[in-house]
C-alpha cells in the first residue's frame, strides 16, 4: 500500500471518529445540561419551597397570637367598665399593661361610636393616632374586625384586630389591638433571599427588603414563565403554591429568580419568596461543562486508539504480506531443492550407471590387456611347453631303451622326471587358465605373496629368455591387502614386465620386486636400473595409450590399466626416479585386517 492510501485511510478514520465524537459530544453536553438544569432548578425550587413555608408560617403564628387578644380583651369584665364608665385613665394604664405584656404595638378602648377612650399610645412616647384605619364596622356588627395599617416613612406596616364589647346584646365598645409587621420582617431579614407579603390590592405590605415596602409587587417584577412546582409540599398548603420565574425591574444580571407563592387564607394575603436561580445555572452550566469535555477527552482517547489501531492493523498487515512473501520464497525455495534432489538424484543413479558401465569397461580392458600380455608371452610359453614336452619326449625314449636292455633300475629315474616336468606344466597351465579367467569386480582380502608368486611363474619363460635378472624379496611377513588377486597380479605383471623391457638392452640388467609393510600399507615395489624415464613423460605414463615402444610391441594401456586398479582398491601407484638411474614404481594399498585369498 503506497503512502498516499495508507494516510487517507489514517484520515478517513480520523474523520469517522470525529463524525461519531462531535454530535455525541453535543448530545450529551445537552442532556446533561438539562438534566442539571432541571436538578438544580428542582433543588432551588425544594429551597424556596422550604423558605417559604416556614416564613409564611411565621407570619401566621404572629399574626394569629394577636388575633385573640382583642376578642379576650372585649370579654373582660374590667375592660367593660373601662368603657362604660369611659375611664380614660385607668384605660391607659390596662391598655399599656396588656400591650407590654403581649407584645402589642397599640391597645386602644373605643366606645360603640368609635371614639377614642384610652390608648397604651396615649403617652407621648406613642404620637399619633390610629383610629382613621381601625376596622370599625365589623366589631360593630360583632365580627372579629381586622385591617392592615400602612406605616410611616421607614417604619414597617402594622396588622389591626378590632373586637365588639357587649353589655348583654348591646355593643358598648370596641377593643382595638395593633401588631407591628417590623417582627415578622426582622424574622425575614434573616433570610439573604427576598420575601414579600402582598395585600390583596398587590401592595408589598412586609418585606424583608425595606425598600420595597409600600411598592406595588407588579412594578418590582416582571413574569417570565411559569416555573415546575416540586411536589414535596404538605397536601393543601403545596397546592395553594405557585411558582414561576420572574426578573426584577431595574436589577442588572441578576436572575432570574424563581418565585415561590402562597395565599395565606384568612389575612387574604399573598407571601412570596425569591430564589436566585443564576447558581444552578451557573452549577448546570459546569457540570455540562465537564460531561463535554469528558466526551472531548473520551474523543482524544478514541483518536489516539484509532491511530494504534490503524497502526496495529497496518503492522499486522505488513507482517501478513512479509509472511506470505516468506512462504512463497519458501515454497520456491523447497520446489528448488526438491528439483535439485531429483536432478542430483537422476545424475547419481546416472553415474552409477556410469561407473557400472566403466567397470566393465575396464574389466574389458583388463581381460584385453591380459590377452595382450598373453600374446607377448606367447612364444616364450609355448617354448616353456615344448621344452619339458621335448625332454618328456626323450625320457620317455630313454625309459623305453632302459626297458629293452634290461636296465630297470633307471627306467624310475626316467618316468620321476617325467612326472616331474608334467606337474611343471600342470601348474603352468593352471596358472594361466586362472590368469586368462576375466576378473571380478568384488574386493576382498588378498594375500600378496602368491599373487607375485604366480606372476613369476607367468613371467619366468620370459626372464629365463631374456637378459635381465629378477629378484624377488618379502621383507616382512605374509601381507595380506584388499582386492582382487588376478586385478593384483595383473598390475605386478604389467610393472615387472616393463621392468624387464626396461633393462632388456643391458647386460647387467636388474629387476628388483620388493614386498613389505609400511605405515599400515602393503608396498609392492619395482625397480629397475634401465634408462627410466624422463622427467617430462614422467606426469605420461599412467595416461592411457601413452607408449615409447615400437609399433606391436606396447599397446600403452598397462601403467593406465595398473593405475585405475590400484586406486580401485583405495591405494596409490607412484613412480620416481631410481638412485643411479632406472625408475621405481611404487604400489600402496591399504592392509587387509586377515589373511584369506579366495581364489577368484
Ligand atoms: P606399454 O608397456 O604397452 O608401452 P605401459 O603403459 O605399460 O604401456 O607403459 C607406458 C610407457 O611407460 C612405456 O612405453 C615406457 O616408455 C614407459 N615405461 C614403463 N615402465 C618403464 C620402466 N620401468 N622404465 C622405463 N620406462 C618405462
Known amino acids: 500500500m503506497t503512502s498516499l492510501a495508507r494516510q487517507a485511510r489514517r484520515n478517513a478514520l480520523h474523520i469517522m471518529v470525529l463524525c461519531c465524537a462531535l454530535p455525541v459530544t453535543v448530545l450529551i453536553g445537552w442532556v446533561t445540561?438539562?438534566?442539571?438544569?432541571?436538578?438544580?432548578?428542582?433543588?432551588?425550587?425544594?429551597?424556596?419551597?422550604?423558605?417559604?413555608?416556614?416564613?409564611?408560617?411565621?407570619?401566621?403564628?404572629?399574626?394569629?397570637?394577636?388575633?385573640?387578644?382583642?376578642p379576650l380583651l372585649a370579654q373582660r369584665p374590667d375592660v367593660r367598665d373601662i368603657i362604660l364608665r369611659r375611664d380614660a385613665r385607668g384605660g391607659e394604664r390596662a391598655a399599656a399593661l396588656v400591650a407590654g405584656m403581649a407584645g402589642a404595638q397599640e391597645v386602644l378602648f373605643l366606645d360603640a361610636a368609635g371614639g377614642l377612650i384610652a390608648s397604651s399610645h396615649?403617652?407621648?412616647?406613642?404620637?399619633?393616632?390610629?383610629?382613621?384605619?381601625?376596622?370599625?364596622?365589623?366589631?360593630?356588627?360583632?365580627?372579629?374586625?381586622?385591617?392592615?395599617?400602612?406605616?410611616?416613612?421607614?417604619?414597617?406596616?402594622?396588622?389591626?384586630?378590632?373586637?365588639?364589647?357587649?353589655?348583654?346584646?348591646?355593643?358598648?365598645?370596641?377593643?382595638?389591638?395593633?401588631?407591628?409587621?417590623?417582627?415578622?420582617?426582622?424574622?425575614?431579614?434573616?433570610?439573604?433571599?427576598?420575601i414579600v407579603a402582598i395585600d390583596e390590592m398587590g401592595e408589598i405590605v412586609a418585606t424583608n427588603r425595606p425598600l420595597w415596602r409600600g411598592q406595588k409587587a407588579s412594578e418590582r417584577f416582571e413574569v417570565l414563565g411559569a416555573a415546575e412546582v416540586p411536589r414535596t409540599g404538605e397536601g393543601a398548603a403545596a397546592a395553594a403554591t405557585e411558582a414561576e420565574y420572574v426578573r426584577f425591574n431595574g436589577v442588572k444580571g441578576r436572575g432570574p429568580y424563581l418565585r415561590m407563592a402562597?395565599?395565606?387564607?384568612?389575612?387574604?394575603?399573598?407571601?412570596?419568596?425569591?430564589?436566585?436561580?443564576?447558581?444552578?445555572?451557573?452549577?448546570?452550566?459546569?457540570?455540562?461543562?465537564?460531561?463535554?469535555?469528558?466526551?472531548?477527552?473520551?474523543?482524544?482517547?478514541?483518536?489516539?486508539?484509532?491511530?494504534?489501531?490503524?497502526?496495529?492493523?497496518?503492522?499486522?498487515?505488513?507482517?501478513?504480506?512479509?509472511?506470505?512473501?516468506?512462504?512463497?520464497?519458501?515454497?520456491?525455495?523447497?520446489?528448488?531443492?526438491?528439483?535439485?534432489?531429483?536432478?542430483?538424484?537422476?545424475?547419481?543413479?546416472?553415474?552409477?550407471a556410469a561407473e557400472a558401465e566403466l567397470r566393465n569397461m575396464q574389466a574389458d580392458l583388463v581381460q584385453a590387456a591380459k590377452m595382450a600380455t598373453l600374446g607377448q608371452m606367447s612364444a616364450a610359453l609355448s617354448h616353456e611347453f615344448n621344452q619339458p614336452l621335448a625332454a618328456i619326449r626323450s625320457n620317455a625314449d630313454n625309459a623305453k631303451q632302459f626297458i629293452e636292455r634290461g636296465m630297470g633300475e633307471r627306467v624310475n629315474g626316467a618316468l620321476d622326471r617325467i612326472i616331474l616336468m608334467v606337474e611343471r606344466m600342470a601348474e603352468i597351465s593352471r596358472v594361466l587358465k586362472g590368469f586368462s579367467r576375466r576378473a571380478g569386480t568384488d574386493m576382498r582380502p588378498t594375500a600378496v605373496k602368491p599373487v607375485v608368486d604366480e606372476a613369476m611363474m607367468l613371467l619366468s619363460p620370459r626372464i629365463k629368455q631374456g637378459r635381465g635378472r629378477l629378484t624377488v624379496t618379502h621383507l616382512d611377513g605374509p601381507l595380506s591387502v584388499v582386492g582382487g588377486h588376478v586385478r593384483l597380479e595383473q598390475v605386478v605383471l604389467n610393472l615387472v614386465s616393463n621392468a624387464l623391457d626396461a633393462v632388456e638392452a643391458r647386460d647387467d640388467g636388474q629387476v628388483v620386486l620388493t614386498t613389505r609393510s609400511e605405515a599400515g600399507q602393503a608396498v609392492i615395489e619395482v625397480r629397475d636400473n634401465g634408462p627410466g624415464i624422463s622427467s617430462d613423460l614422467l606426469p605420461k605414463v599412467f595416461d592411457p595409450f601413452f607408449t615409447t615402444k615400437e609399433v606391436g610391441k606396447g599397446l600403452g594401456l598397462g601403467l593406465s590399466i595398473a593405475y585405475k586398479i590400484v586406486h580401485d582398491f583405495s591405494g596409490s601407484l607412484t613412480v620416481r626416479h631410481a638412485e643411479g638411474g632406472g625408475a621405481v614404481f611404487t604400489v600402496r594399498l591399504p592392509l587387509a585386517a586377515g589373511l584369506s585369498d579366495a581364489a577368484e
Not at 438539562?34 to 425550587?45: C, D, I, K, P, Q
Open 122 to 194: 396615649m403617652s407621648p412616647r406613642y404620637p399619633g393616632n390610629m383610629l382613621e384605619q381601625v376596622p370599625l364596622a365589623e366589631a360593630q356588627q360583632g365580627r372579629l374586625g381586622r385591617a392592615y395599617r400602612r406605616g410611616s416613612g421607614s417604619e414597617p406596616g402594622s396588622y389591626v384586630f378590632a373586637s365588639a364589647v357587649r353589655a348583654g346584646s348591646l355593643v358598648i365598645g370596641i377593643v382595638v389591638v395593633r401588631v407591628s409587621l417590623a417582627e415578622i420582617e426582622q424574622a425575614w431579614a434573616l433570610s439573604p433571599a427576598p
Open 262 to 352: 402562597r395565599t395565606l387564607p384568612v389575612l387574604d394575603w399573598q407571601v412570596a419568596a425569591f430564589a436566585d436561580t443564576a447558581d444552578a445555572r451557573s452549577q448546570s452550566q459546569k457540570v455540562a461543562a465537564i460531561a463535554v469535555l469528558i466526551c472531548l477527552l473520551a474523543t482524544v482517547v478514541g483518536w489516539v486508539a484509532a491511530d494504534r489501531r490503524v497502526a496495529v492493523l497496518r503492522r499486522l498487515r505488513e507482517d501478513k504480506i512479509a509472511a506470505s512473501r516468506l512462504e512463497r520464497k519458501v515454497r520456491l525455495r523447497t520446489r528448488d531443492l526438491s528439483e535439485a534432489n531429483a536432478r542430483l538424484a537422476r545424475e547419481v543413479s546416472e553415474r552409477e
Open 33 to 70: 445540561w438539562e438534566t442539571a438544569s432541571r436538578l438544580f432548578a428542582a433543588e432551588v425550587a425544594t429551597r424556596a419551597q422550604a423558605l417559604l413555608s416556614v416564613q409564611s408560617a411565621t407570619l401566621e403564628r404572629q399574626l394569629d397570637k394577636f388575633r385573640l387578644l382583642s
